[in-house]
DNA sequence: ATGCCTATTATTAATAGA
């Protein structure tokens, strides 16, 4: 079972590399952030005729998040992050599928940092954390997949230095993502693949993808109960080099069927 | 320190992204 998070940079402007990128790789269960769409604009009936259902929590302009499940329904347990019930961005939506409950989020940016946007990212960042503990808690498996914002740490960025003030990259913003990280999670890609340098996304600025200056910022976190499934952990670089694609690339991981 | 490029929305320019 492969279960993937891509961050499309726009619904509509992405809709033909995602069909045939959904045709091409069949993933099973795909997190999509950064709609860019208000909710009534989602392509539902293209996503369903490629094979797949679907759940979305759209927003004009802006932000806007998605799960779709190849040859089943995803089953909605949320589509908003517990914490802040003035919080109107649509960044995180829940579901179960096959037992697993996968969560598709879309972190907040922070920049410029410092600043009411980064403080925004810190308290977001803080409702993840309860929340995630809550999961935990709950002894299902779990996976949280998405956009964080978050590089964790400098092998992460093709250039540290250059981030260091970044809302991406600060002290505090690292320090968060390790305090959830220790609750027990598994970053899938950096637990297979401890020594490599994996990028997920590329600037569109000065040929970042060309030259591999990339960072690593889409993640799957695992849940101790999901964890001794993991198989695999990749990135679908070469989607990245295609024509009119997001700036981030799909990152996936490949579980082990139940009890095998 | 800033623009570079791209998508969206509202009218050819502003905003946001990371």
């Not at 492969?2 to 045939?20: F, H, Q, S």
């Not at 089953?75 to 969560?103: C, F, K, M, N, W």
């Amino acid at each position: 079972m492969r279960i993937v998070t891509y961050n499309v940079n726009g619904i509509g402007a992405r809709l033909p590399n995602l069909l045939r990128w959904l045709d091409e790789r069949s993933p099973d269960v795909v997190c999509l952030q950064e709609l860019k769409a208000p909710q009534e604009k989602f392509p539902e009936l293209a996503i369903r005729a490629a094979g797949y259902g679907v759940i979305w929590h759209g927003q004009k302009s802006w932000n806007g998040v998605a799960i779709l499940a190849r040859g089943r329904e995803p089953a909605e347990i949320r589509r908003v992050l517990p914490g802040d019930p003035e919080d109107a961005h649509s960044r995180y939506i829940e579901a179960q599928i096959d037992g697993i409950t996968v969560g598709s989020l879309y972190l907040p940016n922070g920049n410029p940092a410092p600043g009411p946007r980064f403080d925004y990212k810190l308290r977001w960042l803080e409702r993840l954390t309860r929340h995630a503990a809550e999961l935990i808690a709950g002894g299902s498996p779990v996976v949280l997949a998405g956009d964080y914002n978050v590089i964790p740490t400098e092998r992460d960025v093709y250039k540290p230095e250059r981030w260091v003030d970044d809302a991406l990259f600060r002290v505090e913003v690292r320090e968060a993502f390790a305090v959830l990280v220790r609750q027990g999670w598994t970053d899938a890609l950096r637990a297979l693949h401890p020594d490599e340098q994996i990028y997920t996304f590329w600037d569109y600025f000065r040929n970042a993808y060309q030259r591999d200056a990339g960072l690593r910022i889409d993640h799957l976190l695992m849940s101790p109960t999901l964890t001794p499934r993991l198989q695999q952990a990749g990135v679908d670089r070469d989607v990245r080099g295609w024509e009119k694609a997001s700036d981030h690339a799909p990152t996936w991981i490949e579980l082990r069927s139940e009890g095998a």
